[in-house]
């Protein structure tokens, strides 16, 4: 057994793809018309044919229920943030904020109301803080993860 992708339910590929491609740089690996693969794992679907092939096609298919989201990781947060507040058309779960161990994240959706959150890489999260003179150990205790982790983080 091997995990392939996630696959979502789209109401307008087209608009989809540039959503994914402008906002998180995602490029077309594969265009089936009505199924089309990404970059990072990611497949879209529209949703009239997925209605299909999970022989729902009379039940309407719930978008924006809050139930999962897609997760991605970047280095540089404050540049993304500025991209993302460039964009008039984002609709924010949340603004960027700190979690308590440090990781700077933001929230949003996606054209379908599907959830994505971007999430500062931890390596940069780690360093931050090690550049701040905190120790190994001192950042392994402020973050809530073991010494061996925040040493793999820095290597």
């Not at 879209?44 to 719930?62: A, M, P, S």
Request: aromatic share 10%.
């Amino acid at each position: 057994m091997k995990y392939i992708c996630t696959l979502i339910a789209v109401r307008d590929m087209e608009k989809a793809k540039q959503f994914y491609h402008d906002v998180l740089g995602l490029e077309v690996v594969a265009d089936f018309g009505a199924n089309v693969t990404l970059t990072g794992g990611i497949a879209l679907q529209t949703v009239d044919t997925w209605k299909d092939f999970i022989h729902k096609q009379d039940e309407k298919i719930v978008f924006g229920n809050n139930a999962c989201e897609l997760y991605f990781e970047e280095d540089d947060m404050d540049s993304f943030a500025a991209k993302l507040n460039s964009i008039k058309s984002i609709e924010y779960v949340h603004p960027l904020f700190k979690h308590s161990w440090g990781q700077q994240v933001v929230r949003f959706y996606d054209l379908d109301k599907h959830i994505i959150e971007v999430g500062e890489n931890i390596k940069m999260v780690v360093r931050r803080f090690i550049d701040t003179g905190l120790s190994i150990k001192e950042t392994a205790t402020r973050m809530g993860v073991p010494v061996d982790y925040v040493k793999s983080c820095l290597v």
